[in-house]
Structures are given as C-alpha cells and as structure tokens.
C-alpha cells in the first residue's frame, strides 16, 4: 500500500454552507477561502482558479485567517473519543505549518491574535475547554474550561482589534472576556454581567473603531459590550431580526452588517442597531466576509450560496452555487467531456466542465430525482424521480419533453438508454424491469421483466444492444437477453449489489456492494473469477469502467475515491476529499477526468493518472 498515490483534484463545486463563518476573503483582496468536506479552497476571485489544502481527515468545522494574511488556522469535527486536529497553514507556500492536536471531537472557532502571534481555539461541546496556542513556537500556552459549569455551551470566539492578550468568547447563558498573562501561562476570565438579559449568542465580532465588540443572538438582537466588561447596549428594541443573528461583521466607519436566520443582510446603524439597509439571500447567511475595508462583501448561505455585494450600490449577485442536498447521480453525454449533469432533490443541473459553471438548472418542486442520463443522439435529458415517474426534458431550455407516468410503484430508481435512442429499460424500486418504447409523439411499455424481488439499484447496456445488465439490492445481478425478454444469466453473491459494469470488451462483469469487495465475473457463464476487498469500512456505491479497460473507478461510503488497475487488481491512487459517503464515479469520455458526487453535496473532479 505504500506505494499508493495520491488523486490530484482538478476543481471542486461545492461550499460548505453549514459552517458558521466558513467563507472567509484573504487580506490580499485577491482570494476567496472555504471549505469543501475534508479540503480547504483557496479561490482565485478573478480567475476562479482553486488550489486545495489537504491535511484533514474529517469534516472541516471552523476556518480562521490572520490579520497580515501569512496564515489560515482550520479545524475539524472527529469521531467520539477521538482528538480533533487544528491545521495552521502557510499561504504563501499553501503547505501546512503546524498541526495542533488537543480539543476532543470538534474544535468550534478559532481566531488569529491581531498581530499574528497567538491562536485561540474553543473546543466543541464535549471539549469545552479554550486553548492559547503560540504561532512562532507551534506549541500551546494554555488552557482553561470555556465557561462555568452551570452555563451552556460556549458557541464562538473573537479576537480584540488592536491587543494580541485579550479575547473573547460568548454562547448559552456565557459571555467572558479573556485575559492572556503570559508570564504566569494563565488566561484569566471576566464574566460580562448582563443582569436579567439572557441571551444565546451564535455570532460575534470585535470594531475596528472602538474597544467594544458585539455579540448577535437567537431571540434576533445584537449586545454591544465594551472590553472592561461594561454592557453598553441591546437591540433593536421593536422588530427583532427573524430566527436570529446568524452572522456580524462591524464596518470601519462604524456601521455593522448583520446576517439572519431568515436569509436577510442588514446594514445598521450603530447602537440604535436599526436597519438602514436590506438585502434579501435565500436561506441563513452563516457567514459574512468582507473584502478590504468592507467597500464590498460576500456572504455564504446555509444552502451552499456564495453572494457578492457591493456596499454603495448594495446589489448582491449570486457567484458561486451548488447542491445543497445529496447527489445521487451523474452522467456525461456521449462522447463529449464538457459538460456533464447531476441530480439531487427538486432539481437536475447541468454543468460546463472546464469552469464549473451552471448552465442549467431544471426544478421539480419536492421530488427527488435518483438517476440522470443523456439520450445517445443528445436530444433529451432522461431523469427518473422517486414519484414513480420518467421525465425527459429538452437540454437547452431545460422544458419538459414528455412524461411517463406510473412507470414504476416504489419510484424509479434506475435507467438506461439504447445507442438508437429508442428504448429506455427502467427499473424500479419494486423491482421490475421494464422496457419502453420512445418515439417522438407516444411512449409504450413493450415488456415487464418480474424476477428482482428488491430495488433495482443500476442498469448497463451492452454495446449492440442486445443484453442488458441489472444489479438488485436482492443479492442478484441478471443478465437479460433483450431480444427475447428473459434473464440468460443470473450472479448471486452475498451482499447488497449498489453498482455493476461491463468491461468494453464485454468478457467480464464487475460488480461492487456492501460487502465491500469488487467481484469480477465471467460474462457468457456468470462464474466468479476473482473478488478484490476494496474498502476496509464502507459499501461501494459506485464504480466505472475507463473506454480502454486499463482502469477502474470506485466510490464508497467510506467517503474515498480509488483509481485501480483492472488486470493486477491493485489500488493506484486514492483520492480523499469528500465529505459524506460517495454515490456515484464516472470517468469523463475523454479519459481524464473522474467526477465523484457523495452526500455532501459537493462535485469532486479528479484528474485520471496515466498508467
């Protein structure tokens, strides 16, 4: 295994919504910073080009920058039980700098000192403990408990303007103002007493102008606190912002922006705190970034939405999108590798590969499509849904070409296409094969194919047409003659089949599932001829095979990517970057390109090695 190499990520689509202020913008003005999964991404905002840091080896939680822009601080969430990693990168080099190991299981903010020379992380709620790491030595200073026993959970963590020894923390029922005595290794709180207010604070930021810092809450009001402790002001009195203050950021002249619960930006006045601005995004703004001095910001929604506004004009244009709910499937159309599509709930999305850009967007409200894929001639878009139905959509206005209606009982959980575009075989989640007739101005069942007795998870076609391939979640993959209409081949094997293919010369079959072995199989016979265990923890959920039978691709719950070799049965290179398990990999038709979909939401595009 160690000579195992390491799967170059080519672009990613995808951000990391959910994490409270993970979209941050680099000093330089220049770069964008963000999490996908296990990767940190470094945007270039003019060119949108990525690099990728890659160290984690979980979910990356909380993303700080320093002040001088020299480092970028991230954590990550664990298992139980286990130590959660903070990662200090050097952006210069973009390598890694330090690795800190101390909090349990999630480390819940981080924030740089203003002059770069202390690290302050808080650890999630089973650590609950606050650490002072020194950046030069690379080692901790000290530690102490977030906050008393009898408060809640300490949420986040902010850094004074202009002292490197003073921070603060804030969360449920807790509000302290930390002092850093270095010479005795002691960090000393200060409980700021609010009196009968009582408050969760979920977001906090300090002013550039003056020695006070706010704190945004979940009733929807904003606490303006000084750094002696002294509780200045609340609000607004009258129309609290709605489902909370989820974001604060505090501009040079004064003012702050806001971001709320409810997918609202306001721009405040200062202590009044009322609105003198709105903008409206469509779901939670979990992070505000500002670019510069806040002459223009940027804003990351909890639905994966990257917006850009310019403060004076306060216009907001939305920059980056993507699936915020899991991928289930993603097809290329034949013979072209530059755009592809993928399918999640509600909607099916085409992309351009080379820039990843959306170039359509097809919506069906509260169905989810389970499988995508392009007709031969490139005429339609085939997509089945869990309502039972097969929808074909036109691919340049994305309208509806036609439907089939009740085409399976328990939803339509899988489709193929013949190369003259004339059939579509569907299976379902009763598991029935069906087979149908298209023709421009009707659609026909020609035959029912009854022998699965569970979901039918995959179909694949053979090149003339003549067989096609069925992988079942009952234990069996059949081969059905599609001339005759019955099975000419049965593979049992223990385990739930989650993906088959044929290897171009059509002799072998692979098969992967959940007892995470790949399993090659005879085609004329159906006998087993090798079985490889290709993942130590989790189900393979997809697999293809690339146009010259040298390599395959596999995806598993495990959240890896594995490029093998199909004659030695050997793992060439391992790609790590998702961020939930995978669901399906494809190989682009020119051969370079893999791309992995998974729960996370995000689209992974690896580049193929040469072998």
Known sequence: MSSVETLELESAIGFEGKVPNGLR????????????????????????????????????????????????????????????????????????????????????????????????????????????WNVATKESICGSPAQHKSAGITFCLAASRNNDNLFFT??????????????????????????????????????DVEDVFYCGTTTGDILQIGYKGQFKAIGPEKNKFSLGVTALQSLKNGDLLAGSGDGKIYLLAPLTFKPKKTADCDTEVTSLALRGDGHMFFAGTSRSQIYKVQLSEWKQELINTCHNNPVNDVAFPFGTSELFATCSFEEIRIWHSASSQELLRIKVPNKTCTSVLFSRDGTSIISGWDDGKIRAF???????????????????????????????ISGGGEGQVRVWNIRPDSQTLEVTMKEHKNAVVQIRINKSDTECLTASLDGTCIVWDLKRFKRSQVLFANTLFQCIGYHPEEFHILTGGSDRKIAYWESFDGAQI??????????????????????FVTGSSDKLVKVWKYNEGEVNSVGFGHGGEIRRVKICPNNKIVVSVGDDGSILRWRLPLV
């Not at 770069?31 to 996908?36: Q, T």
């Not at 070409?401 to 575009?421: E, K, P, Y």
């Not at 090798?530 to 390599?551: P, V």
Request: hydrophobic share 40%.
């Open 25 to 132: 913008i680099h000093p330089d003005r220049m770069h964008m910073i963000y999490a996908i999964g296990c990767n940190i991404v470094i945007e270039n905002l003019q060119t949108r080009k990525q690099e990728f840091l890659v160290g984690h080896n979980n979910n990356v939680s909380c993303i700080a920058v320093s002040k001088s822009g020299r480092f970028i601080a991230s954590g990550q969430v664990t298992y139980m039980g286990f130590k959660a990693d903070i990662i200090i990168w050097d952006f210069a080099s973009r390598e890694l700098y330090a690795r800190l190991v101390l909090h349990k299981v999630k480390v819940q903010d981080l924030a740089f000192s203003p002059n770069d020379s202390y690290l302050f992380s808080l650890g999630g709620q089973d650590d609950g403990s606050v650490v002072v």
């Open 170 to 207: 804030a969360g449920n029922n807790t509000l302290r103002i930390w002092e850093l005595d270095l010479p005795n290794r002691k960090i000393r709180p200060l409980d700021v007493n609010l009196g009968q207010t009582k408050r969760i604070v979920k977001s906090i930021s300090s002013s």
């Open 394 to 424: 036109y691919p340049e206005s994305g309208k509806l070409m036609f439907v089939i209606n009740d085409a399976h009982q328990r939803g339509v959980t899988s489709l193929a296409m013949t190369s003259d575009s004339r059939r579509i």
């Open 530 to 551: 090798r079985e490889l265990e290709a993942s130590k923890s989790g189900t393979i959920n997809g697999l293809d095979i690339d146009a010259a039978g040298n390599l």
